[in-house]
């Protein structure tokens, strides 16, 4: 369009036409919404002292997990990547590593940052001697596991008798009602130290995430 109306303002008609009809969907004011929450987080007017996180566990070595425990690694925290058995924690730890070599080979990261990036994962399985060890010093616990009540329910009382008092219990679910999981009962005796913490897939190239108390 603009070849052929090459003179005066009408060259840009088209491209009015269409950046308005784009500014008016739904996209667009969702794309808005992030820059402006975005924006205000960095402003963090909240006068609350926060809690000092050095270790973060992260529940479940699946596509989901293992892209929380990337992301938070590279933010320089030490990481618990925790699953059934070896292979599935194997399975994590090579998403993180290939991600990480991709990285690395576009010159994205230097080769020293791959190192330590790397070095702050600790893949810990059922079977592991070290697993209380590990998480008697844990700061936050992220489940990312199937969406089964039952199953996150029995994972918060497993974790709560492993970590300290003030250790965070964050649930990535999408589906199931934070206060459900959160419900006091014999799983859970710690109510109050429950979150939902939703990311969005894929986590390494999705820089969001949904905070949601449950109270």
Not at 71 to 85: C, I, N, S
Not at 99 to 124: A, C, G
Not at 188 to 209: A, D
Request: with cysteine.
């Amino acid at each position: 369009y603009g070849l052929e109306h090459s003179s005066g303002l009408d060259k840009y008609k088209h491209e009015r036409e269409e950046f308005a009809k784009l500014a008016a969907t739904k996209e667009s004011e969702a794309l808005i919404g992030i820059f402006d929450a975005m924006t205000q987080q960095k402003k963090n007017p909240s006068k609350v002292n926060p809690l000092e996180v050095k270790k973060v566990a992260v529940m479940g070595a699946g596509l989901m997990g293992a892209g929380i425990a990337q992301v938070t690694a590279e933010k320089g925290y030490e990481v618990l990547l925790k699953d059934r058995d070896d292979a599935a924690c194997g399975r994590g730890i090579s998403y993180m590593t290939e991600n990480w070599e991709k990285k690395y080979k576009r010159k994205r990261m230097t080769k020293h940052q791959f190192d330590i990036n790397t070095s702050r994962v600790t893949p810990l399985a059922d079977t592991t001697p070290s697993v209380q060890r590990h998480f008697s010093n844990a700061d936050l616990v992220i489940e990312a596991v199937f969406e089964n009540l039952e199953l996150k329910r029995k994972i918060i009382s497993q974790v709560e008798e492993l970590t300290p008092d003030h250790c965070v219990f964050a649930t990535n679910t999408s589906a199931i009602p934070i206060a459900d999981i959160a419900a006091p009962g014999p799983e859970v005796r710690r109510p109050e130290n429950i979150i939902g913490m939703h990311y969005f897939s894929p986590v390494p190239q999705m820089p969001l995430l949904e905070i949601i108390p449950h109270t």
